[in-house]
């Protein structure tokens, strides 16, 4: 009887690997390669050092605003105006009100992937927008009442992108099955729908819920200026994501159909537990792509009012004691927007690869 042995693994060669080995492999392999990468680092030394001598090493951070001497940026005009660009006109002494609100929301992602009890999830998920709606509301045991009007900055951003995407979203997938349906008059409602929404822009849209919105109801009635944005950017919204899903539906081999209906399921059946999940999962990078493009363009809600984190650059340059700071504050958002943006992309790839199954 054979005995074997294991022996033990050598080394790579000492001419694949380290850092010489990896520029040679993707910086340098060629001579086109390599004159398109003395140009891009050509491009980057003329960019890169002028752009950190003016954001970082030449700025102003502290002080007053008679003080600045360097040539850098200003970012005393952040510093003063910061509140205003978080909180809009939320009073002062009521910050921790939506300071507590982003400590909630930090938990409850958190405890939707800690928590493994799905009628505990469910719990959470009905109750949270409640409990965060009414700190940041108010009115309700013995909170100060905050009127809509004074909401504004980065705090009106995320709120209106929140609410754009939650509320969106289970809509979506309805309007994508009834696109899918048998049913003729379903069908067409939802394809009336979805084209139609999707043909116009959105600032027509909120032009539409703020403008004909109130006609609807009977005079007396008021009618929040912001539910009525929340409508429109959820309708909005929720045509596109219908047709995101409605690829990721068309994705799906007709053998699962036909194996939920083997296993004897409803129609809702098969759809929640068989497609949607296999459905929604092909989905997660165009969802996240549209989810994206509605948190940009929540700018659009200036129009009818609402000032949100871009528009406190007007607004705060509108002070006569802090003019010509425009740059700042639009590179101050730029950086907010870049930071959302990009959490949002890195976090729907570690979902990805959460409930990659093709291992």
């Not at 799906?252 to 194996?259: C, K, L, M």
């Not at 549209?290 to 607004?315: C, E, H, P």
Request: proline share 4%; charged share 15%; glycine share 8%.
């Amino acid at each position: 009887m054979a005995i074997y042995t294991m022996k033990e693994a050598k080394p790579a060669p000492t001419g694949n690997r380290g850092v010489i080995f990896w520029l040679r492999e993707n910086l340098f392999p060629d001579v086109k390669n390599s004159l398109l990468t003395l140009a891009c680092l050509y491009i980057l030394y003329t960019i890169i050092p002028p752009l950190l001598n003016w954001m970082i090493f030449d700025a102003t951070w502290t002080g007053t605003k008679e003080e600045i001497v360097n040539s850098g940026a200003r970012w005393i005009f952040i510093v003063e105006k910061f509140d205003q660009f978080i909180y809009g006109f939320y009073p002062e002494n009521l910050h921790w009100r939506p300071n507590l609100v982003a400590i909630l929301s930090v938990a409850f992602f958190i405890s939707l992937n800690v928590i493994s009890n799905n009628k505990v999830k469910i719990t959470i998920i009905l109750l949270f927008p409640i409990v965060c709606y009414t700190l940041i509301s108010g009115g309700w045991f013995g909170l100060e009442a905050v009127p809509t009007e004074k909401w504004g900055g980065l705090m009106l951003t995320v709120l209106v992108a929140a609410v754009g995407i939650i509320a969106s979203f289970p809509i979506g997938i309805v309007l994508a099955l009834g696109r899918q349906s048998d049913m003729p008059i379903v069908k067409t409602l939802c394809i009336g729908f979805i084209e139609f929404v999707r043909g116009v822009p959105l600032i027509t849209i909120l032009f539409m819920a703020s403008v004909l919105l109130p006609l609807f109801f009977h005079d007396g009635i008021e009618f929040d200026k912001l539910l009525r944005a929340l409508i429109g950017i959820t309708l909005f919204q929720a045509a596109y994501i219908a047709e995101v899903v409605r690829g990721g539906l068309q994705a799906i081999p007709r053998g699962q159909y036909e194996a939920s209906e083997a296993l004897g399921l409803s129609y809702w059946q098969g759809m929640i537990l068989v497609i949607l999940p296999q459905a929604l999962k092909i989905s997660i990078p165009n969802l996240v792509g549209s989810f994206i493009s509605l948190f940009k363009d929540t700018t659009l809600v200036l129009i009818i009012g609402l000032f949100d984190v871009l528009a406190m650059v007007t607004l705060t340059n509108s002070d006569t004691n802090w003019l010509g700071f425009e740059v700042e504050g639009y590179v101050f958002v730029t950086l907010i927007y870049w930071v959302c943006c990009f959490s949002m992309s890195q976090y729907s790839k570690s979902i990805e690869r959460k409930f990659n199954t093709e291992h």
